[in-house]
């Protein structure tokens, strides 16, 4: 009896290491990750930095650094090496999230508006001037000095588009939905077939301003010129940091 019970809880704890494995192009680490740190079968855990690993297509499973992370509503403890923005960023309102991209060339810039609360372009921007911001009812709202902005994405011209930009409004978008998996930004649209939904590409436009696009196509894969390949996180700091 005794070697069947040992039989069981072996078996048990290999199907619970089976079971356990993030999906392709799913997170498997980063700051705070507490989920699967392995991939399904042919694929990856990709170390990106210190706040992101994710599966990407490769021959082996592996597993990433665990380590703490950030979360929509959560708190979190700043890395003693990380200070605070020059100048300083609005205290983060109960309730809304900062939201940035985690990896080079972008690291630690900020989502805001191109003209600062108003109904711009998307950009990522510096920490001391990081917008804030709520998801609810699939919308991407940022809270311009008290006024609500929706994020909006372009429609799709036809096939051959990769990419669509992202801008804010006055009024709610009609089409696509944001929603937060995990502390990451994702966006989807039942007309639009992509690779992954939290896919985003930042394109510098001829004055150096860092729009934000969607990314149609493969994160990592075939990126357009001069774009560069990110995913963007909630981040519920005090105050925005670099």
Known sequence: MASLALFLTLAGTLVGQVIAQAPQYGQ?????????????????????NPYYSQCLPGAASSSAPHTTSTVPGGSTTAPSSTTTAAGGSSTLQAGYSFIRAV?????????QSEVLNTA??????EPSTAAQFQITGGQLIQNANGKN????VEPRANSTVVK?????????ATSGTFVFSGDTVEWSN????RPQNNAWLVCPDAAGNKDLYVNLGAYSYQTP????????HAYTGATATA
């Open 28 to 48: 498997c680490g980063g700051q705070g990750w507490s989920g699967a740190t392995t991939c399904v079968s042919g694929w990856t855990c990709t170390y990106s």
């Open 103 to 111: 990896e080079d060339p972008n690291f630690h810039k900020y989502l």
């Open 120 to 125: 711009s372009d998307a950009v990522l921007g």
């Open 149 to 152: 902005l929706y994020a909006v």
């Open 164 to 172: 669509l930009k992202v801008s804010w409004s006055t009024t709610p």
């Open 190 to 193: 039942p007309s639009i077939t």
């Open 225 to 232: 010129a001069g774009c560069a390949d990110e995913t963007i």
